[in-house]
DNA sequence: CATGAATGAGGATTCATTCAT
DNA sequence: TATGAATGAATCCTCATTCAT
């Protein structure tokens, strides 16, 4: 594996793309698309500007392709937490489990993800509708269900679950962004962990019932 | 030929400025700092593009421009609002006055500004740090005052304030980038007014103490 | 009027299309369309790359305007030479006027047009049908009319007019490809004259009738 | 994966050369040089562009050798055409030969041949002066010789010979540049024989001397 | 002999900035 | 004060050429 002769060039073709687009994703969340240099893209992915076009055809394409791409396992790591409960888990208890979940996501490149997609929406009109789509209404029906669940088995204050959803994902979304936006600029600097703790003893506190409650 | 209003070129001459700060703010808002053409700007402030620089010394300038110009306002119509509660008001009317802000300040352009400066912070440090110092801080003493008077009172539950802070303003800093960036594609729309209520019920809940409670 | 200052650049806003076309007829006549660099033509024409795309949106349409604007004032010269002929002209009469006007028109820069747009008809289709709509089919109905007039009113045999055009023209245009292609390399030059005066021969010979001709 | 016949790698690599020039020929023809890619060349031709140049060092290289290879069949046609007058061939007899190879000259590739080296002259000057000498000069001296002869004969009017030379071929040029050029935009489409059918009519008439002439 | 991934110089195009008017 | 023609550096993209396989 040593690479004993400094060749002028490797020949990767099954592993460029992803490397093209991890050094993309970078770039982008860090500049901006259009503040981006193809040159540092392909700098960054350790080969050369030709080689991008070889992969991509243009830099537009090559966004497409990060978002989607990035995209596509922060919704697995979702459905899988999701899935794990079964009918007699208690409401509750999910919903705990999700916040024991947050500070894992919260600390993941989708927080990058997001902000790259709401600086880039009103540049790529599509991607915007495909992470509405694929991404946003998918976190609704999957958090909005378990809210609705509990409100239907008596777990949780009759609240819009809808609109419960914005509460229960607005701290984490800012959280997120925080930290890919201002962290290095904040003194001192916030804990995750602790927001997500107090977010759980807030939503605890006003979403479930209590056995006293009317 | 004769001029017969001298003092409209006067009054064009000083409120060119905001003109084109307004324009620009409209454009980086939708496209984004590089993408936005200075061309475009000046067509959309109704001047040409010379002008521009006859008022600001180049692209950056106008940048930073647009958001310290646009910040002021919305700094100042929150502390106009924290100014009105005096030490007889009991902390869950203002946690409720501020719940009852939300829609306006939601749906003003301070939406607009959190995604610009959020999209460019990367670009523009000083703008970042500025906004942090300025802007946040401040909204975190507000708001985190509040909640350790809360707390002080024994009106509230014991929370860290300063991660409430982010459970509080979480959801509005959610709803405010979601109306600039993806409402033109969600359906059904989302209702800022029941999210603001939802919000409200869940916080009561969870955060004031009531008279049972240990 | 006397340059006293030599400044960066001169404000020709009517004159500037004219000079970019000329310079890009001369390259793209030299060189070919795609071995022509913009740089090139901007250099040629005493401007700056910047300046081309000011007047023009991109080189394919400054290809065509090239083409288009040069080929008006050889249209316009070729129908006021035809339109000098009267009724009582004897057709013989006007062939030889032909002749005459040919050595004008092969040193015209028609020649260079008509080797511009035999090599890029390929590539630029739209061009070669208005070119032969345009030009061609023109320059045929005029030699074409004149040579059926002369077999009508019997002054001349009775040959294909549509044929004879090509025989007609064909040794006129030979030699304008040739001056703007071969003529460097060829040693002894040719003499224009001597092949008009040489093909007025032979076709007076060959296409007039004489009295003695059944 | 036993090679049953290991000649076909055999004739292949023999064959290479010939299939790359041709597919090189076409799109030069269709293209122009600058404007053809190597890959397309390659990708006509079956192969890939690295074998491309493992039989050409380079583009320019391979254009030349399209040029050489292209023009030799057409020489040996012209020559071999010439060898068949033997002394006791009346002039006339010689000039309607020429005239009936005319047809089949004009459809063979020469005519792409023709409008390749017309089109890229001024890029490659040794290809130009080549072709002036190899092909030109020999063909002036075929044909110039030949009116030559039929003047000293006295069989023809006493005309300039190299003149008279382009009066003749210039038809036939024009033709063939027009096949390749414009001919698919053209309509009602020429007649090939027709034009040769004139041209023979109009030579013998304006060139042959007959019995009455002084 | 043949391939095709990788290169990098070169060229079209854009656009922030300047400045004569 | 305002304009907009002109600039030229910066950037995307292409493609002839190389070379490891």
């Known amino acids: 594996m040593a690479q004993s002769a400094p060749t002028r060039w490797q020949r990767r073709k099954e592993a460029r793309p992803k490397e093209i687009i991890d050094a993309a994703f970078t770039l982008f969340t860090e500049r901006g698309f259009s503040a981006s240099r193809l040159d540092e893209v392909a700098a960054l992915a350790g080969v050369t500007?030709?080689?991008?076009?070889?992969?991509?055809?243009n830099k537009e394409e090559l966004f497409k392709a990060v978002v989607r791409e990035t995209i596509l396992p922060n919704i697995a790591q979702f459905e899988a937490m999701a899935a794990q409960a079964s009918d007699a888990t208690a409401s509750v208890e999910i919903l705990l489990s999700i916040f024991r979940f947050f500070p894992q996501f919260i600390a993941s490149p989708a927080g990058a993800l997001l902000k790259l997609v709401i600086a880039e929406a009103g540049n790529f009109p599509d991607i915007a509708r495909f992470f509405v789509e694929?991404?946003?209404?998918?976190a609704r029906q999957l958090l909005g269900g378990m809210i609705q669940r509990g409100i239907e088995r008596g777990e949780f204050h009759p609240v819009d679950p809808a609109s419960a959803v914005f509460c229960l994902f607005g701290p984490a979304a800012l959280t997120m962004l925080w930290r890919v936006t201002f962290a290095a600029y904040d003194d001192p600097a916030i804990s995750v962990d602790r927001i997500c703790q107090t977010l759980s003893e807030i939503f605890i506190g006003g979403l479930v019932r209590r056995d006293g409650d009317a």
């Open 49 to 57: 500007k030709g080689t991008v076009y070889l992969y991509f055809p």
């Open 134 to 138: 694929e991404v946003i209404q998918r």
